[in-house]
């Protein structure tokens, strides 16, 4: 089976820009996960997506956004971009919620001047 | 705020010899299980332990959980190379969301 997919790889932006990244979970996994990964924070949960019902969200301000598509892929839109968004966007899925194993994807880099 | 700390931040060692990482966390649980992330690239499964379960094998590794202590502790035994990255905890609560510690980063001296 294929892995978990994310486009793009690498994305540079500009302040008050916005981006879109995608995901595309292992084929027969209906739950979507993302992270965001920055030194200082860490690992954030930033939303989960079953049945393209967003489960779960975490502490993060409404210019943070997902769905989820009737085939499992997911989006995620991050508006208004801040220097502070710079990270690692990571994608997860799991055959659904439920605290399963879940298998990530590469990830999306980031970077915002 | 995350719910796991993972200790030490970070752990230089030998080829061949065992390293020891421990993780720990502030409610009760669902699961807790642990990740390796190699140099800023996705993070991959290696064990999920139940809130129920005191311990589990895989392979190399070794997972303990103690949930009178809300900790946990990941062993690798006869450690190599491939095994330098950064270990993550993450505590799955009741709502089954995860959350992550800061991580230990592994350095396998050769």
């Known amino acids: ?113 | 705020s995350q719910q796991g700390e993972e200790d030490p931040q970070a752990l230089s060692i030998q080829e061949g010899e065992n390293a020891t990482m421990n993780c720990s966390y502030k409610t009760s649980i669902n699961n807790l299980q642990w990740y390796r992330q190699n140099s800023g690239r996705g993070l991959v499964h290696l064990i999920l332990i139940r809130s129920n379960e005191r311990e589990k094998h895989s392979g190399r590794l070794r997972v303990t959980l103690d949930t009178s202590k809300k900790s946990s502790s990941l062993l690798i035994t006869a450690s190599r190379a491939a095994d330098t990255a950064s270990y993550f905890c993450a505590t799955v609560l009741n709502d089954y969301k995860l959350s992550f510690g800061a991580g230990t980063t592994v350095t396998v001296r050769a």
């Open chain 1, 1 to 113: 089976k294929a892995g978990v997919t994310q486009t793009p790889r690498y994305l540079i932006k500009t302040r008050g820009q916005q981006v879109t990244l995608s995901c595309s979970p292992i084929s027969g996994h209906r739950s979507v996960s993302w992270y965001q990964q920055t030194p200082g924070q860490g690992l954030q949960f930033l939303f989960e997506y079953f049945s393209e019902t967003q489960r779960n969200k975490g502490n993060f301000p409404g210019r943070f956004s997902g769905r989820q598509f009737s085939n499992s892929r997911s989006e995620m839109n991050v508006s208004t971009l801040e220097l502070g968004d710079s990270a690692l966007y990571l994608c997860a899925s799991s055959l659904d919620p439920g605290g399963r194993t879940q298998y990530f994807g590469p990830g999306t880099r980031l970077l915002v001047l």
